[in-house]
């Protein structure tokens, strides 16, 4: 079945330093993918998406390309802020409108 | 515009109590959504209604959760009784449509529920 796995946290980085955070995934067809984010005490909030292959999602400086021939949807900052401290997950969506999440990793910037 | 909202943000009860989780969605948006995050774990779907029907309830995972949606409105989840396994963050959904340009789903904080 579908499936998203992505890098285990917890990160740990310095202001300015550069991030990545890993993700894969495993689906039939075409799904659509997403990075979503939850800031401390608040909700999911989308952070960028792509719905096809080789599409480019980008938000806040954050970017992720959607990589068919390996399956991949890797999140990347070049330079983190402290205010970039959240959990972000990974999702995916194929068609109907159920998401499946990976587990979530969690990102602290230290000044 | 509200968002998502949910109630409460978090619960503490004893395994064998019953809970009810409420979640009221933006306001005209046809669709929401339950979903739980497990301890470490990834978020699951549970279910999906589209005003008051279910649409979708293939992740729920057993018959001890009863969700509702009278009048399309607001929605609950009930545990009874509630398990150990049970505790994590349920979170809720809403989105316009389920396809298309409006079906982004907008989250809320989530409740946290523990069960000892």
């Known amino acids: 079945g579908d499936s998203v796995t992505q890098m285990e946290g917890p990160v740990t980085l310095s202001e300015e330093a550069f991030l990545t955070i890993n993700c894969t995934y495993t689906a039939t067809g075409y799904p659509s993918l997403f990075w979503y984010v939850q800031y401390p005490g608040e909700g999911l909030q989308l952070l960028l998406k792509a719905t096809k292959a080789d599409d480019k999602g980008s938000n806040k400086g954050f970017e992720a390309t959607y990589r068919k021939e390996t399956t991949s949807f890797h999140l990347e900052k070049g330079s983190v802020q402290v205010s970039d401290s959240a959990v972000y997950f990974c999702a995916l969506r194929r068609t109907g409108n159920q998401f499946y999440f990976g587990t979530g990793t969690s990102l602290t910037v230290i000044p | 515009e509200a968002g998502v909202t949910q109630f409460p943000s978090h619960s503490v009860i004893e395994k064998g109590q019953t809970v009810t989780l409420r979640c009221d969605p933006i306001s005209g948006h046809d669709n929401l959504y339950w979903y739980r995050r497990v301890m470490g774990k990834e978020i699951k779907f549970l279910l999906h209604f589209v005003k008051e029907s279910k649409q979708d309830e293939s992740g729920m995972p057993n018959n001890r959760f009863l969700a509702e949606r009278t009048g399309g409105t607001y929605s609950t989840l009930k545990v009874q009784p509630a398990e150990l396994e049970d505790s994590g963050v349920y979170f809720c959904?809403?989105?316009?449509?389920?396809?298309?340009?409006?079906?982004?789903?907008?989250f809320g904080p989530g409740t946290r529920l523990t069960v000892t």
């Open positions: 959904a809403s989105s316009q449509q389920a396809g298309g340009p409006g079906n982004e789903q907008y």
